[in-house]
């Protein structure tokens, strides 16, 4: 299953979501309209009051669970940083030189350079001593990765990275957003116990006043209705679970896999399941908002549930290692009872410096300008990072100079480090756009731009993306304000001159997108239904602009565009015409090209990679537009080593 199937799978458990979340109002209305009947004996009423009735009650019942559901999902729109605090989560800094919380952070720097996704927010929960942890957001630019520190102390370095893995499959593949959408749904259905809890309370409550001053049982339809409020809410409690259920178990033996393909051994993950298994602590929570997250841990929240969100633990190593003997976890918990493991130890067991991810090792290096690339393996390739990629990322972390990394990790050197990576290589151009910043920005904010451009002028093409996406939590780390200032200076850069060339202008609109998506996170489901015919003249845009810039000569671009449209809409007859404004026209198209149905999107990074392999090759710099296009269309493309030639 490649990336656009699963992103269609989601729209499938999505839909299955609607329809559960209406069945379950349904129930919960008919329940909570049959004990108002009964208790305002409205029975006896003629047929024009009992519909009235009957409408007054189904209307107040819907509105407090779509008022509940709208409420907990606004209060959600601080994206996964705001479900890690809920559970008491504590951010681990970018810099941090803690050995844990570093081994932490660097193997999610180098998943996400891996992913091709923005590196996440990282918590830590320190009051959970199980082994657990979640990814949680609206869309990887808002996302966070959080762990327990059961996690961080128990699970050696190679368990760790087959977690964080499985965590990146669910960031990666849409996940998240059906998830955190879940929880306000489910607190919708839920909210009804609280509701009822409070009727029942003061109906006995009041009843017992009455009945002291001999005024009648004037309360018991009040308590009555708080006692079938109370039943509806434990309905609801039913069918979320089953909706949990229902959205979540398969996921998780795809996320395993997906884990295994990132790492490309299974004993990391297998491990850790077997760690959860074999301790005392297992992945059980403490926090009393388990439930509410259950469906997007990488364990059971609790040890016994109705129903499960997760598939049995025994199943899911079996899976991983057909081999397996459950017996096994009551070996491991008998020697594990009289001595608990260390994750550090382990590591240090197995030859890694503390604070190390993995061992020092070269990744696969870009030795030549030509890269030879087969369209379908790029396909085959989003959001679906191989240990290849794993590895290359590793080497790209270890490539970049470590007073750049330091400074893509310091919240206030970030800031003007990526406005040096997106000026211009072309000195007329880039005095263009220092001039423009230094306009409205501030001379302090241009001259640091332009100090670190100065410096990036050796660092190679295939480690400026990497580079700018190690510097986006730190940026994202400012105050709104700040953050709203950036997003104008990176918009400024854009506008500076409509003679930026195409990288220099996806790169800065990837990071545009990054930044506004992470500062105003969106709880709308995503619009991914628009038809290719509804969007060509912006595709043929993309295209024809593509074909122009990897092809000086015009009959060659013009044959590059047609390979384009042939993959995209075959049989369709485009005339091959390059916007007058350049990279330009391509902010109108955005939008409407990332809302395709993941099956035409499909078409469309096709189509984009038969124009730029047109001549079988890809430059470096071919190769990251590549990526920086997939990134602006959430089709996430990890680094791409290809086979080398030259």
């Avoid at 490649?2 to 349904?26: C, I, K």
Wanted: glycine share 8%; net charge neutral.
């Amino acid at each position: 299953m490649n990336f656009f199937e699963r992103q269609r799978q989601v729209r499938r458990l999505s839909t299955r979501l609607v329809l559960l979340f209406v069945l379950a109002v349904v129930g919960i209305v008919v329940v909570v309209n049959l004990a108002a009947l009964f208790a305002f004996n409205a029975t006896a009423a003629d047929p024009a009051q009992l519909a009235g009735f009957v409408a007054m009650v189904t209307i107040g019942t819907l509105a407090a669970i779509g008022l509940a559901a709208l409420v907990r999902t606004l209060a959600l729109r601080g994206g996964g940083g705001k479900v890690a605090r809920e559970l008491g989560g504590v951010p681990v800094p970018a810099n941090t030189t803690d050995p844990e919380l570093r081994r932490l952070r660097n193997v999610v720097e180098e998943m996400a350079l891996a992913s091709g996704v923005p590196v996440p927010e990282v918590y830590v929960l320190p009051e959970e001593t199980a082994i657990n942890a979640f990814a949680a957001g609206w869309t990887p630019s808002d996302a966070a990765v959080a762990v327990t520190r059961g996690a961080l102390q128990r699970l050696n370095r190679d368990e760790l990275q087959g977690v964080i893995a499985h965590e990146f499959s669910h960031v990666v593949n849409g996940d998240m957003r059906l998830n955190i959408r879940l929880m306000g749904l489910l607190f919708g259905i839920l909210f009804l116990t609280v509701i009822g809890r409070g009727l029942a309370r003061a109906g006995v409550i009041g009843g017992g006043r009455s009945r002291g001053n001999n005024s009648g049982g004037s309360a018991a339809p009040l308590a009555l209705v708080g006692l079938a409020l109370l039943v509806a809410g434990y309905v609801g409690v039913l069918a979320g679970r089953l909706i949990q259920a229902s959205v979540s178990r398969q996921r998780e033996y795809l996320a395993d896999a997906s884990a295994v393909q990132y790492t490309r051994q299974t004993g990391g993950i297998a491990g850790a399941l077997k760690k959860i298994g074999g301790l005392s602590d297992g992945s059980e929570l403490k926090s009393p908002k388990r439930d509410e997250v259950g469906h997007m841990l990488f364990g059971e929240a609790a040890r016994t549930s109705w129903f499960a969100t997760h598939p049995p633990l025994a199943d899911r190593i079996k899976a991983l290692e057909p081999s397996f003997n459950p017996a096994e976890l009551q070996q491991l918990s008998r020697q594990w009872a009289a001595a608990p493991p260390s994750g550090r130890q382990e590591d240090i067991a197995m030859g890694l410096a503390p604070g190390r991810t993995t061992p020092a090792q070269p990744g696969p290096p870009v030795r030549g300008e030509r890269v030879r690339v087969a369209p379908d393996e790029v396909l085959a390739r989003v959001a679906a990072p191989t240990a290849t990629a794993y590895t290359h990322a590793a080497a790209i972390l270890d490539r970049i100079p470590d007073p750049l990394l330091d400074r893509a990790r310091d919240r206030e050197a970030a800031v003007p480090l990526l406005l040096g990576l997106l000026l211009s290589a072309e000195p007329e151009i880039r005095q263009h756009q220092y001039a423009a910043v230094a306009q409205r920005h501030g001379q302090q904010l241009a001259d640091g731009a332009l100090h670190a451009a100065d410096e990036l002028v050796e660092l190679p093409a295939d480690l400026r993306l990497p580079l700018a996406e190690l510097a986006f939590p730190a940026l994202r780390d400012r105050p709104g304000a700040e953050v709203e200032s950036l997003l104008a200076a990176v918009f400024t850069l854009i506008q500076a001159d409509g003679a930026i060339n195409v990288t220099e202008y996806c790169l800065s609109r990837l990071l545009l997108a990054e930044l506004e998506e992470s500062l105003r996170p969106d709880s709308r489901w995503r619009t991914d239904r628009r038809k290719l015919t509804d969007a060509r003249s912006a595709a043929a845009a993309l295209l024809a602009i593509l074909a122009q810039v990897g092809h000086p000569d015009r009959p060659e671009a013009e044959r590059a565009f047609q390979a384009g449209v042939a993959a995209l809409l075959p049989g369709t007859d485009l005339p091959y015409a390059p916007p007058e404004n350049g990279v330009l026209a391509l902010e109108t198209a955005w939008p409407v090209l990332d809302g395709l149905r993941p099956a035409d999107k499909e078409r469309l990074v096709a189509a984009t990679v038969a124009v730029i392999s047109h001549d079988g090759m890809m430059t470096v710099p071919e190769i990251e537009l590549l990526r920086t296009i997939c990134g602006l269309l959430h089709c996430p493309l990890p680094p791409m080593a290809g086979h080398v030639t030259g």
